[in-house]
C-alpha cells in the first residue's frame, strides 16, 4: 500500500480531486482531531482536504490548528484503518462521494457558518452544529438513499417497558411505511426502535459514537450485525475508536442532521435526548414528542421539552402523527381519532330534551315528554319522527318510551 | 308562606329589589326554562326577574319567550323547592347576593353578548357561554369566598387507576397550597380531585346537573355529604331535578367559568372534557391538560388537546405547574425539575476529554493524556489540577486515573 504522503502528493496537483488521496486525507483527520471542531472544518474547507493535512503533516499549518491535533500530527494510522475497515465491511464515505447526503447535511452548514471566528465566543464542541469531515459506513445501504425519508428516534437507555414498547411500535410503523429509523444503537430506545424497523423488514440507521468495528454497546452485538447486513452503521471515528462520553453528545447532532425530524421517546429530567432536540430545531428539524405518564420519571424530559416556551416540541402519539410532521405537506395527512358514531350526534337541543325526558319502560304522552322536557307539546310532537326513525324511542300503544338496548346475541348456556 | 304572585306583588314597586320577591321569581325561573338558555337571561337583563315571571304567568310576554317555558309556565314548585332546600341546608344565591361570584361570571355575561339575535344563529344551548339565573347552593362556604382562589379539575368518569391517582394528588396539593377544586362530583376523576382536596383538610366544590338534595351519582353519597360540611354542591337546577344527559353539557360551563383555569386529567377521543376545555378557553381562562401513556385510551383527548392548534393547550405535570398557569405573575411560579449536580457539569471541552481520556485503575502519563484526548500536553499539564481539586482523577504515583467511586457504606454481613 502506498504511504499517507505517496497518496496526498499523487492528489496535490489536482484541483476537485476525489481520487485515493482525498479519501486518505480525510480519514487521517477523523482520527487526528475530535469532529465537532469548527476550526479544522474551515481549514479544511479553506485549503481543501489534501492540503490541510498535508500542512499540517508538515508543519506549516497555523499554530492554532496545529494545536488541534497535538501529539496525533505526527501518528498516522490511515492503513491501519482501511484495513480493519475493509475486515468489517466497512468504508469511508467523504462529502467528494455521490453517496454523501450533502442535503441533509448542508443544514450543519449553514449552521457551523454562524460560529464567531474568535475561540472563546464559539459554542462547546460537544453542542456546536458543525459538518462531519468524512463518515466511517458499515453496511449493505448507500447512505444517502437509506436517510432521505428518515426519523430519528432518541431516548434514555434505562428506558421503561412503557418507552420501550412505544419505541418499538414506532420503529415498526415508520417503516412500514416507507421511513427510516435512524437512532444511537444505544440499550432502551435506541435499541427498541431499531428492533421494530427490523421486525418491519426495512432498513435502519445507527450512528455510534466509537468505530464501526467494535460498536458500542457489546450487548447490542447481535442487533449491530442485523442492522448492518440491510441498513448502515456510522461513525465520524474511524475503526477501534473507544466510545468515550463526550462523544456521545457531539454523535447526536449527526442524528439531528441526518432525519427529517427527530422523536424523543423517554428523556430523564435535563437529559441528553433534550440537547439533540433542541439542536433538532435549531436545524429547522421538528421536534416531536411522546408523552408518558406524568408520575414516570423516564418522561420528565419530554414533558418538559413540550412545556418549554423556547422549543416549538410537537406532542406526537403515533407514526401517522409523527409522519404528518415530518412528511410533505398533503401527502402524509394523519388520520383524525375517531369516536364511534352514536345516533344521538346531531340531534337537536330541543330532539336531546325530549329524548333524555323518554322513560325507559312504560310510555308516556306527549304532554308528559312537554312538561319533563319544557318545551311545547307541538315541539314535542314535530321531534318524535325523527326519534323513532333514529330508533332511539318507540310508541307502546299507550306512550312513548326508549327503545331498548339490544339484547346480547352470546351463545346460551 | 305567601305565594308566588303575592311576593311578586310586592317586590313589583321596588326597583333593584332584593327581596323575596327576586329570590322567589329567579328559584321560578331555574325550573320553568332549562338554563343556558340565551333568550331567557336576555329577557331577565331586559326587565328583571320578578317583571320577566310576572310577564310569562300573566300571558303578556312574547310568544318567543312564553315558548322557552312550555307547560312550565302554569305551574310552580317554589315553594316546595325551598322547602326542600332548607331540609337539606341549602340556598338560593342569586346576582343580587353578596356572594354572588360576579367577577368569575362576568366572562359569560361578554360571551352571552356575543350570541346572534336570531335562534337560528345562535349556539347550540348545550355549548353556549350563557349566565347562570341563580345558583342553589348546600354546604358551609360562601360562594365567591371558596371559588375565589379556584381550578377546574375535569376528566374521564371511567378512569384509569393512573388518572386517579394523579386526580386525587393534584386534589391534595393544590389544597395544602390554598387553591379550592371544583369539579362535577361525578365518578373517575371528578371523585378522585375532590377526595384529594378533602384529604388536604380544605373546602372543595362540586357543581353538579341535578338538584343539589339528591345529588348524582348515588354512590358518591358519602362524598357529597362531606363535601357540604366544608365546601360547597353547586347546581342551577332546583331540588328533586334528575341528572338528564344534556344537563351535563350545560353544567360543565360553571366549572370553566368559577374558576381561573380547567385541569383536564384524563379523557377519552372527542369527549366532553375537551369541549370543557375549549370553553374555559373561550372564556380566557387557561386550558392546562396532564398527559398519559399514549397507549392509553383514557389519554387520547387530552392528546388531542395538546396536539390542537386552535386551543392554546399548556402540558402540566403537577400542582406547582397548574398554580403557576393560573396564579399570579411572578408569585406563583413553578420550580424547575432539578437534576442532580454533577462534578462534571460546567467543564469545559477540554477538561472533558482529558477526563475520559483517564484510565480506571493504572495512571498514564500526561503524554499519553493528551493523545487519547487529542490535545497539546500542556494543555492537558493546565487543566488537570482543576480535574484533580473537583475529585475527578488522582495521581497514583505514576500516572493519572480516574478517582475511584466510594465503597457503599451499608452494613457488612
Known sequence: MSTLEEDLEAAAGVPGSTGPGVRRARAWLTRAVEPGTVDLWRYVEDVGPVEAVRRLRSGVAPASIRSLAGPRVDQDETGADFRRAER??????VPEDDEWPALSLHALTVAAAQEPLERKYQTDRTQALIPPIALWVRGAARLDEVTDRSVGVVGARAATAYGEHVAGELGHQLGERGWTVVSGGAFGIDGAAHRGALAAGVPTVAVLSCGVDRPYPAGNGALFARIAETGLLVSEWPPGCAPLRHRFLVRN????????????????????????AKRAQKLGRPVLVVPGPVTSALSVGCHELLRDEDVDATLVTSAAQVIEAVGSIGSDLAPLVERPASPRDGLSD?????????????????ERLAAIAGCDVLEVLRVLPALELAELVQWTGTGWRLTPAPKPTGAAP
Open 88 to 93: 468489517c465491511g466497512a468504508r469511508l464515505v
Open 253 to 276: 447532532r449527526l442524528i439531528a442532521a441526518l432525519t427529517r425530524g427527530t422523536v424523543v421517546v423517554e428523556a430523564a429530567a435535563r437529559s441528553g435526548a433534550q440537547a439533540t
Open 350 to 366: 330541543l330532539a336531546t330534551r325530549v329524548l333524555d325526558a323518554c322513560p325507559v319502560r312504560l310510555g308516556v304522552p306527549p
